[in-house]
């Protein structure tokens, strides 16, 4: 890859994101102070405050997940850049290789698939931070038909997981989160796949009228997180979920 265009695709990526560090944190010091006010419970603060701080807390949930899924993704797509740029450039050295030459190299692979795989990504993406859940499912579903194998695979299994929770279907988005651990053991979505499933198994739960059921199963997978995965950004929110839940 061109390192103009790999400044270009690092620039577009952060850009894209539009999420500047004091907006993420301030959401985060919001999201600490709803659920202090939620774990005082009625007595402190009146039944009908309560429901407004749980309200609260689904809400500003559901925007540090946008967020933080934004600042991930804008990492993810600089990273993949700079990585080309630098095969690029490590295989020009080695064989004073013509652009022609390039191309053949292995560690690049096929430019032009390369090229129809991130954005076949970036489209999906899109349609998910735009509201339209639907279409993302179907978006990704293709990107995971064409490209498996990809990089990003795990990551748009798990985003379609994430389509699926924003409509409300939370038994698949439990069964897509599962895929992901499933599917990738060592990828980096495992830690954020686990936590979003036991989100949903909380949704669940609070419909089904067996609460107490799906509580004990996020109850186990908010500690397989702190357990298995001490230094993933989840551990914190895992530790939240568990302090909710009571002893």
Not at 9 to 26: E, I, R
Not at 107 to 134: C, K, V
Not at 143 to 171: H, I, P, R, T, V
């Amino acid at each position: 890859m061109d390192p103009r265009a790999a400044l270009w695709l690092v620039t577009g990526a952060l850009l894209a994101g539009c999420v500047t560090a004091p907006q993420f944190y301030a959401h985060e010091r919001e999201f600490d102070e709803a659920m202090r006010g939620l774990r005082s419970g009625p007595g402190a603060v009146g039944d009908a405050r309560v429901a407004e701080l749980g309200t609260q807390v689904d809400a500003l949930q559901d925007e540090l997940s946008r967020l933080r899924g934004t600042v991930e993704e804008a990492k993810y797509f600089a990273e993949q850049a700079l990585s080309e740029a630098r095969s690029a450039r490590q295989a020009m050295a080695s064989g004073g290789a013509a652009p022609g030459n390039i191309a053949a190299t292995p560690a690049l692979g096929d430019p032009t698939r390369l090229s129809a795989e991130i954005r076949g990504y970036e489209e999906a993406f899109a349609l998910y931070r735009g509201g339209e859940y639907e279409a993302a499912i179907d978006r990704f579903r293709s990107f995971l038909q064409n490209y498996g194998s990809s990089d990003y695979a795990d990551n748009a299994l798990f985003w379609m997981g994430e389509c699926y929770a924003k409509l409300g279907d939370y038994e698949r988005a439990v069964l897509t989160f599962q895929d992901v651990v499933k599917r990738y053991p060592e990828g980096n979505k495992v830690p954020d796949a686990l936590y979003r499933q036991g989100i949903a198994l909380l949704e669940i739960g609070q419909r089904s009228g067996d609460q107490r059921t799906y509580d004990v199963a996020a109850r186990q997978i908010f500690e397989r997180i702190v357990r298995q995965h001490p230094q993933s950004e989840r551990v914190v929110e895992a530790q939240r979920q568990l302090e909710a839940l009571g002893p």
